[in-house]
């Protein structure tokens, strides 16, 4: 298993950035590819990307691509979301989450970290 925590998140104007960490304990980080996810309040969770073990990112196909990037340290065990050109319309908890190597579900979560951006 993988122990997962977020921290990062607050408040920001539009147009600003804000860099999310996700912090990994447990088994070897190397051996999971990173996602990141968020939900906004009354919505579903919905994907926003992810990291290979490999550094390869993906991203969802809505807005947010060309403004996040997602990095990761397999050194030190994190995974960033770096957010850049912040809308309000991004205001969500962010989750980061983790999908062991060959298979198909992310199953393991962080708590969330909260991302209200303002106008």
């Known amino acids: 298993q993988v122990q997962l925590a977020e921290s990062g998140g607050g408040l920001v104007q539009a147009g600003g950035s804000l860099r999310l960490s996700c912090a990994a304990s447990g088994r070897t980080f190397s051996d999971y590819h990173m996602g990141w996810f968020r939900q906004a309040a009354g919505k579903e969770r919905e994907f926003v990307g992810k990291?290979?073990?490999?550094?390869?990112?993906?991203f969802s196909a809505g807005s947010v691509k060309g403004r996040f990037t997602i990095s990761r340290d397999n050194a030190n065990n994190k995974v960033y979301l770096q957010m850049n050109s912040l809308k309000t319309e991004d205001t969500a908890v962010y989750y980061c989450?983790?999908?062991?190597?060959?298979?198909?579900?992310?199953?393991?979560w962080g708590q969330g970290t909260q991302v209200t951006v303002s106008s």
């Open positions: 989450a983790a999908q062991l190597t060959g298979k198909a579900t992310f199953d393991f």
């Open positions: 990291i290979t073990r490999n550094g390869i990112q993906t």
